[in-house]
């Protein structure tokens, strides 16, 4: 799974100056959205047709912009700046960064939000309300879950040798 995580980092071209930015507030929670807006989106088909692509598109652009689209925070003493820098310790996996008892919390909810995301899909392809609102909200719950986790990584991690220092632009 964290080959997976390091490949979605690298097609996100998430380099230090992007992960400063990502570790404002604002740009964890706004994309919080993006699942229930992709939702909406795709399922306006049902009203608008093949325009329902616009709103799928832009969802898809918010996800790629919305990390660069805002500053580095002024503080990093929140939950969502925490959950950022966490996924940071995570994705690098130096040696001693992450403690063993974590391993096995980030597999379960790296699966309950993978497992959510297909049911999710099924959804949103069949016109399923019932599978894509289930899917969605076990998804959603599985990557905040994640995200708890990860606030937990970065308060047990020798961060100081992870975290960007916070600049500003």
């Given at each position: 799974?964290?080959?997976?995580?390091?490949?979605?980092?690298?097609?996100?071209?998430?380099?230090?100056?992007?992960?400063?930015?990502?570790?404002?507030?604002w740009?964890?929670?706004t994309?919080?959205?993006?699942?229930?807006?992709?939702?909406?989106?795709?399922?306006?088909?049902?009203?608008?047709g093949?325009?329902?692509?616009?709103?799928s598109?832009?969802?898809?652009?918010w996800?790629?912009?919305?990390?660069?689209?805002?500053?580095p925070?002024?503080?990093?003493?929140?939950?969502?700046?925490?959950?950022?820098?966490?996924?940071?310790?995570?994705?690098?996996?130096?040696?001693g960064?992450?403690?063993?008892?974590?391993?096995?919390?980030?597999?379960a909810?790296?699966?309950?939000?993978s497992l959510?995301?297909?049911?999710?899909?099924?959804?949103?392809?069949?016109?399923?309300?019932?599978?894509?609102?289930?899917?969605l909200?076990?998804?959603?719950?599985?990557?905040?879950?994640?995200?708890?986790?990860?606030?937990?990584?970065?308060?047990?991690?020798?961060?100081?040798?992870?975290?960007?220092?916070?600049?500003?632009?």
């Amino acid at each position: 799974m964290n080959q997976l995580a390091k490949a979605t980092e690298r097609l996100m071209a998430m380099d230090d100056r992007t992960w400063q930015r990502h570790a404002n507030p604002w740009s964890g929670w706004t994309r919080v959205l993006s699942m229930p807006l992709f939702s909406i989106a795709v399922w306006s088909r049902d009203w608008i047709g093949w325009w329902c692509l616009v709103p799928s598109l832009l969802t898809i652009v918010w996800v790629w912009i919305n990390p660069r689209l805002f500053p580095p925070p002024a503080s990093l003493d929140n939950w969502m700046s925490r959950g950022v820098l966490g996924e940071r310790v995570w994705l690098a996996d130096l040696p001693g960064t992450i403690a063993d008892h974590h391993r096995p919390v980030i597999r379960a909810t790296t699966w309950i939000a993978s497992l959510g995301g297909l049911v999710w899909l099924v959804g949103l392809c069949t016109f399923d309300l019932t599978a894509t609102l289930a899917g969605l909200t076990a998804s959603m719950l599985g990557k905040l879950w994640f995200l708890d986790r990860m606030v937990w990584i970065e308060r047990d991690s020798p961060v100081e040798r992870l975290e960007p220092s916070i600049t500003h632009d």
